[in-house]
Nanobody, 121 residues
Framework: QVQLVESGGGLVQPGGSLRLSCAAS????????MGWYRQAPEKKRELVATITSGGSTNYADSVKGRFIISRDNVYNTVYLQMNSLKPEDTAVYYC???????????????WGKGTLVTVSS
């Protein structure tokens, strides 16, 4: 069974930084794109950043220049370095990955349970 587990959320003051991590575990054959999404209270889930297996990245306009996504393909982990945080960045952050498990011949979309980031003074 494949799982995604996020860590690194918490409370931070405006202007501060946090680093989120998400580790994929289980019987994994390969991982394609990985990414981060977020959902603020009473809002729809939105894309924050994605990264392909080759390292190409894509960011939401609201986080460009402040957030950096990266991944470690050896440890099946994706990171989100968040700098210059703003109160509007407050949300539950979810990890997402397109994974082919060893027991399947197709790729499935997996989600973590989320980690809360609160930006407040």
């Amino acid at each position: 069974q494949v799982q995604l587990v996020e860590s690194g959320g918490g409370l931070v003051q405006p202007g501060g930084s946090l680093r989120l991590s998400c580790a994929a575990s289980g019987s994994i054959f390969s991982i394609n794109a990985m990414g981060w999404y977020r959902q603020a209270p009473e809002k729809k889930r939105e894309l924050v950043a994605t990264i392909t297996s080759g390292g190409s990245t894509n960011y939401a306009d609201s986080v460009k220049g402040r957030f950096i996504i990266s991944r470690d393909n050896v440890y099946n982990t994706v990171y989100l370095q968040m700098n210059s945080l703003k109160p509007e960045d407050t949300a539950v952050y979810y990890c997402n990955a397109d994974i082919r498990a060893r027991s399947y011949s197709y790729i499935m979309d997996y989600w973590g349970k989320g980690t809360l980031v609160t930006v407040s003074s």
